[in-house]
């Protein structure tokens, strides 16, 4: 699968996130990427997302 780039809008909306305690999970969603992309860069853009805990059943 082709990665593609992230826009200057998206590195904004995602330093947003991280700053509203947005979980790793819903900033995926709302940014149209995968988990481990937004891990990806946000381990490259300093920030820091908290993952949901799994939920038990």
């Known amino acids: 699968m ?4 992230w826009s200057f809008k998206e590195d904004r909306r995602l330093i947003e996130l991280a700053k509203s305690s ?3 999970e819903q900033a995926a969603k709302a940014l149209g990427r995968s988990p481990d992309a937004i ?3 946000a381990l490259r ?3 820091s997302l908290k993952s949901k805990p799994a939920k038990k059943s």
Not at 2 to 5: H, Q
């Open 45 to 47: 853009l300093g920030l």
């Open 2 to 5: 082709a990665r593609r780039p």
């Open 39 to 41: 891990k990806r860069m």
């Open 22 to 24: 947005t979980s790793l």
